[in-house]
């Protein structure tokens, strides 16, 4: 157990739904990353949250939003879904998103668009 | 962030030391050198990491050449546990204000122990 939790772990729903992904961050942690990986690709960062507020933007979709609660959670939104969109999502967090080392992984959330 | 280069895919005997080479020849002075890895579809997992010089911990060793031009991890007894992709990460580092700093992925070298 890394200490960052992702529910839920496998989600499968159909072309134009909506779904919501959550992220618990190892705790101390007030930085949260969140990481697209298709079948076969690399790690795409998404969007980065540090405490509550939005930090970075990397190839996220308009149809993606996310965001960090006063808790320090985060979650993912992913609308008007794509047979595309099927990867797996990673959340990551850290305490200082200065530091490269420390970043802990989540075991990710599977998602299979039918 | 200064990109790498690394070799697709490695293959590495069971208990032999496992060196996994990456270039980085346009590295700035002020980025350091970080590796993760990913065992079969889990999340990544923070390795080690240096600046300019060897660093050691419990699970591996990291040689970073004089000029810092390219560095070499090194797994001194690998298992079939360490069978995974290696990522070799250059970014800045330490505290040098603020911004975002996310890790980008390469594609990174598929390591393969075997028995």
């Known amino acids: 157990d890394s200490g960052v939790t992702q529910t839920p772990k496998h989600l499968i729903t159909a072309t134009g739904q909506r779904v919501t992904l959550r992220c618990s961050p190892r705790s101390g942690d007030l930085s949260v990353y969140w990481y697209q990986q298709s079948l076969d690709q690399g790690l795409q960062f998404l969007i980065q949250y540090y405490n509550g507020e939005e930090r970075a933007k990397g190839n996220i979709l308009e149809r993606f939003s996310a965001q960090q609660f006063p808790d320090l959670h985060s979650e993912l939104n992913l609308s008007s879904l794509e047979l595309g969109d099927s990867a797996l999502y990673f959340c990551a967090s850290s305490v200082d998103p200065v530091l490269g080392y420390g970043y802990t992984f989540g075991s990710g959330t599977r998602l299979t668009v039918v | 962030d200064a990109k790498t280069t690394q070799p697709t895919s490695m293959d590495c005997a069971e208990g032999r030391a496992a060196n996994l080479p990456c270039n980085h020849s346009?590295?700035?002075?002020?980025?350091?050198v970080y590796w993760y890895r990913q065992i079969h579809s889990q999340g990544p997992q923070y390795i080690i990491h240096?600046?300019?010089n060897n660093e050691t911990n419990e699970m591996a060793s990291l040689i970073i050449t004089e000029d810092r031009k390219s560095s070499t991890l090194i797994l001194p007894h690998a298992t079939l546990r360490d069978t995974a992709v290696y990522y070799c990460i250059v970014r800045v580092g330490g505290y040098s204000g603020a911004g975002s700093y996310q890790l980008t992925f390469g594609k990174g070298t598929k390591l393969s122990v075997i028995p």
């Open positions: 240096g600046l300019k």
């Open positions: 346009t590295i700035s002075g002020n980025e350091y």
